[in-house]
């Protein structure tokens, strides 16, 4: 972990949120904040710890996980840059929930969570992009669970597949930065039950897997199994 300062108002990676901040509360946040270095696999935040700042990726790759009481696992979202981390934490409660992991070498701001609380109180425009943003989440939420629930195996692997092809990497052929254990975390089962229906789609000629790459070849057909699954 590497910490850098940081000037927000000549900053080219700005939020929806932080656009919407006028030139003195951009110099205030500026004042308040920092740009920390997190290497691959770094943990960024911890569940259960006091959320004393606001991170905002300005960089890289991060999952969100909880960790129950046998240490088991379980992905709940992958979060690509230009967005902030545990924003229900801040605006809810003083604990944070989950525990958030840079999956690739990461360039996170720290925000002081005192200063960006002031923030929300004086800028109505700056408020509203953070409730549409901590909304869009819960909705992701509601609907990908609800949704996992009715699922066997092969409904929830194409869910996740088709989640990462269009929202995380925009590509039906990208790189995973996750191992088979993370996968299966976030598909919710076992990873052998992951590994067998992984070979499934690939024999069936539904997805090529060589190693962490991936390329979905017949979206149609998993797009299918996403909905009967």
Do not use: W
Not at 189 to 195: G, H, N, Y
Request: glycine share 4%; aromatic share 8%; hydrophobic share 40%.
């Amino acid at each position: 972990m590497n910490e850098l300062s940081i000037q927000c108002l000549s900053c080219e990676d700005k939020s929806c949120a932080t656009s919407a901040l006028k030139e003195a509360e951009l110099n205030l946040m500026g004042k308040n904040c920092c740009k920390v270095l997190f290497k691959a696999g770094e943990k960024i935040i911890h569940a259960d710890t006091f959320s004393s700042h606001v991170p905002y990726i300005r960089k890289g790759l991060v999952k969100e996980s909880v960790e129950f009481e046998n240490r088991k696992e379980r992905i709940t979202r992958l979060i690509k840059q230009h967005h902030y981390l545990g924003l229900e934490s801040v605006v809810a409660d003083k604990v944070n929930n989950y525990n958030y992991t840079a999956l690739e070498d990461t360039e996170v701001c720290l925000i002081e969570r005192n200063v960006f609380r002031s923030l929300v109180r004086l800028n109505g425009n700056f408020a509203m992009e953070i409730l549409i943003s901590i909304s869009k989440t819960n909705l992701y939420y509601v609907h990908h669970f609800i949704d996992f629930s009715e699922k066997q195996v092969s409904g929830k692997l194409s869910e996740i597949l088709m989640y990462l092809s269009e929202v995380i990497y925009c590509s039906r052929k990208f790189t995973l930065h996750l191992s088979r254990k993370e996968l299966a975390a976030m598909v919710y089962v076992s990873r052998e039950s992951l590994i067998r229906t992984l070979r499934k789609f690939n024999n069936e000629g539904i997805i090529k897997i060589k190693g962490k790459n991936i390329e979905i070849i017949n979206l149609a057909l998993l797009e299918k199994i996403r909905k009967c699954g």
